[in-house]
């Protein structure tokens, strides 16, 4: 059974630095793409970054760009996303999820999502 | 950026009736268009992928089609557990990007 469980959200303040963690379980995340999806309080899916089964393609979103960075270690299958330079707007519960193979299409499994929120 | 606007906001129907929720792309994303289910304090569930494609473990009620920039899923027959909100997602071309939601409510 495919398991993702995310971890290291929480309370920061504005300019501060988080790294998210996501733990595989029931498969082998370096032969899949992987995924972090952000949903704002009360608002609606944003797609944040993504890395290729092969890891040698990342997409990341405009509106994180230089501030956020997505990785994974195959040893630990595990996906991480670090997050730099957080703002006001960066609040909001960050869900791993599973692409069905190497490239990005759509997500056929998703964590419960770890709450992070920025604010003095 | 593809823009993906789902209507209408909120859809209120009756169980055991039939509700229709539409999306539209802003430009063709041929049929690469997925649709997602989210119930309250959970995460998103796949639904349909490839327009019309059920994911695993989705019963028959729900049916997807369109293609290019009008897509459309269905629910024949809705159950209480189908009360939820819905989103579009594109991955035609990066940045993915979803639907702001309908909301399926019971009326």
């Known amino acids: 059974e495919v398991q993702l469980l995310e971890s290291g959200g929480g309370l920061v303040q504005p300019g501060g630095s988080l790294r998210l963690s996501c733990a595989a379980s029931?498969?082998?995340?370096?032969?899949?793409?992987m995924s972090w999806v952000r949903q704002a309080p009360g608002k609606g899916l944003e797609w944040v970054s993504a890395?290729?089964?092969?890891?040698?393609?990342?997409r990341i979103a405009d509106s994180v760009k230089g501030r956020f960075t997505i990785s994974r270690d195959s040893s630990k299958n595990t996906l991480y996303l670090q997050m730099n330079s957080l703002r006001a707007d960066d609040t909001a519960v960050y869900y791993c999820?599973?692409?069905?193979?190497?490239?990005?299409?759509?997500?056929?499994?998703w964590g419960q999502g770890t709450l992070v929120t920025v604010s003095s | 950026e593809i823009v993906m606007t789902q209507s209408p906001a909120t859809l209120s129907v009756s169980p055991g009736e039939r509700a229709t929720l539409s999306c539209r792309a802003s430009?063709?994303?041929?049929?690469?268009l997925a649709w997602y289910q989210q119930k309250p304090g959970q995460a998103p569930r796949l639904l349909m992928y490839?327009?019309?494609t059920r994911a695993t473990g989705i019963p028959a009620s729900f049916s997807g089609s369109g293609s290019g920039t009008e897509f459309t899923l269905t629910i024949s027959s809705l159950q209480s557990e189908d009360f939820a909100v819905y989103y579009c997602?594109?991955?035609?071309?990066?940045?993915?990007?979803f639907g702001q939601g309908t909301k399926l409510e019971i009326k």
């Open positions: 997602q594109q991955f035609h071309d990066w940045p993915y990007t």
């Open positions: 999820a599973k692409d069905p193979n190497r490239w990005f299409l759509y997500l056929d499994s």
């Open positions: 029931g498969f082998t995340i370096g032969s899949y793409a």
């Open positions: 490839g327009v019309s």
């Open positions: 890395i290729s089964g092969n890891s040698d393609t990342t």
């Open positions: 430009q063709s994303v041929g049929s690469n």
